[in-house]
């Protein structure tokens, strides 16, 4: 038995479903093969580890729904937000903010605050870059992402639009679930998954409970760059930030 474990796996195993009811075998798509292709990668060659938390978004939420009662043709859902909130904490903490490269020995530190968004599309899953978000407004982050989804559903977005991103965000929260684990788009060394807001009674400040609107997140780490403690301060910080953001369009 060799010690490279990766090459010392049973094969696939073939099965014959038909013995067991009527099935029928259909080829994955082009985007689902070259996905697939990557996400493998990524999964069995970066030591991932996930860290959970649930930040207190209840100010933020109160600001955002005004923000879209005053500004109805200018809404902005979590993501944008989020975004910006990302690239603020990507600041302060930039070993975020980093590729290693294929030797596994050189780090090569971002100067720019680029954000990819996975965006989910009939034909599998693709990631849209939004450039600078650290100089956007909110909603301008907001337009940039409903524009590039709306590409990559329709048109496909080019290989510019989908790369060189500092870091990658992976919302579910428009469908459910209170946590996953999200796979590094490698070559960056981390990406936020967001599940749906729950309402919590959680402590009150003086006495008592008091019901809260907490998001949850889950971070996804490459722990040959990042380390545990790091991981726990961003999600921190991206509750600091979050309730920090009060105009959307500054
Ligand atoms: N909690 C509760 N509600 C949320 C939420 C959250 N965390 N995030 C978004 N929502 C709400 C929005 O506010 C919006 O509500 P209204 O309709 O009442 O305004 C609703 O969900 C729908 O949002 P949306 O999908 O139209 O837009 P979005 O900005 O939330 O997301 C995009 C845009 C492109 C990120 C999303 O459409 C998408 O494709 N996500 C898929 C990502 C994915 O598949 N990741 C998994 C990768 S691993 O397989």
Request: proline content about 6%.
């Amino acid at each position: 038995m060799s010690n490279d474990l990766l090459s010392d796996l049973p094969e696939w195993s073939r099965v014959d479903h038909a013995a067991f009811g009527p099935v029928e075998s259909r080829p994955l798509g082009k985007i689902q093969r070259l996905t697939a292709r990557f996400l493998g990668r990524n999964w069995v060659k970066i030591p991932h580890v996930t860290q959970q938390d649930e930040v207190d978004i209840t100010d933020f939420e109160a600001r955002r729904v005004a923000w879209n009662e005053a500004n109805p043709d200018r809404k902005v859902t979590p993501v944008a937000p989020l975004a910006k909130a990302m690239a603020q904490v990507l600041q302060d903490y930039p070993k975020f903010n980093c590729s290693l490269e294929a030797d596994g020995e050189t780090i090569v530190q971002k100067g720019y605050f680029h954000i990819g968004i996975a965006i989910e599309t009939p034909n599998g899953l693709l990631i849209g870059v939004v450039r600078d978000v650290d100089r956007k407004s909110v909603v301008e982050v907001g337009s940039e992402i409903t524009a590039l989804a709306e590409k990559a559903r329709t048109k496909g977005l080019s290989m510019m639009e989908m790369t060189g991103a500092s870091m990658t965000l992976s919302s579910l929260g428009h469908i459910g679930g209170t946590s996953f684990t999200p796979i590094i788009n490698a070559p960056e060394v981390a990406i936020l998954g967001v599940s749906k807001t729950q309402i919590r009674p959680m402590p009150a400040s003086d006495v008592g409970i008091s019901w809260r609107k907490m998001l949850p997140l889950s971070l996804s780490y490459d722990h040959r760059v990042v380390n545990g403690g790091d991981a726990a301060r961003f999600t921190k910080a991206m509750e600091t930030k979050l309730s920090a953001l009060t105009v959307f369009d500054a």
